[in-house]
C-alpha cells in the first residue's frame, strides 16, 4: 500500500469516527528460501513467534506511522542480511482474526495463553485468557447470542 492510498483510508476513517479500529502492522516478504510449505510470500511481521505487534492509529496518525516506522527499524536490524523486505501496512483487528492471526499492541503485554477444554466436544485449543472459546457450534449454542465460555469457564448461560 502507497502512502497515498494509505492516506485516503486513514482520512475516511476519521470522516467517520473509525480511526480508533485502524492499526499499522509491519508486512514482511520473504527471499523463496525462507517461505513456508505453503509457499506464502508476504506475511505479517511477528515478534515474538506467532504474535504479531499492531501500532493503534488513534488518537493521532502521524505519531503513529513514526511509532510503526522505529517497530520496522528494530525488525529490519533483526533480520538483517537474510533477504527480507518490511513495509509498514494498514489493517483492522477483524482482519487479522479472519486470517488467523494472534496480535497484540506494541509495548503492552502479551496476553497469557492457557488451555481451554471445551466440555462439549473435548476439543483443546490455546487461548488467551479471558477469549472466549467458541470451540465448535455446540458449545455456543445452548448459551444463546453474546454467550460462550471464559477463559475455559462456563459464562452468559445456565
Ligand atoms: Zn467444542
Not at 514482511?28 to 513456508?36: F, Y
Not at 504479531?52 to 533483526?78: F, G, K, T
Not at 527480507?84 to 496476553?111: F, H, K, N, Q
Request: glycine share 10%; with cysteine.
Amino acid at each position: 500500500m502507497n502512502r497515498t492510498q494509505a492516506r485516503k483510508i486513514i482520512n475516511g476513517a476519521a470522516a467517520v469516527g473509525d480511526l480508533h479500529a485502524l492499526f499499522y502492522f509491519v508486512e514482511m516478504t520473504l527471499p523463496a528460501s525462507l517461505r513456508p510449505p505453503s509457499g506464502a510470500a508476504t506475511m505479517a511481521a511477528s515478534y515474538p513467534a506467532g504474535w504479531v505487534p499492531v501500532v493503534p492509529l488513534a488518537p493521532d496518525p502521524d505519531a503513529a506511522r513514526h511509532y510503526v516506522h522505529l517497530m520496522l527499524e528494530l525488525m529490519a536490524s533483526a533480520n538483517r542480511g537474510r533477504g527480507i523486505v518490511l513495509s509498514v501496512e494498514l489493517t483492522a483487528p477483524d482482519i487479522l482474526e479472519d486470517c488467523g492471526v494472534r496480535w497484540y499492541v506494541w509495548g503492552e503485554p502479551i496476553p497469557a495463553l492457557v488451555d481451554a477444554v471445551c466440555p462439549v466436544c473435548g476439543g483443546v485449543r490455546r487461548v488467551a485468557v479471558g477469549a472466549v472459546l467458541d470451540c465448535c457450534p455446540a458449545s455456543l449454542a445452548p448459551l444463546g447470542v453474546g454467550a460462550g465460555m471464559y477463559a475455559g469457564q462456563w459464562w452468559g448461560g445456565a
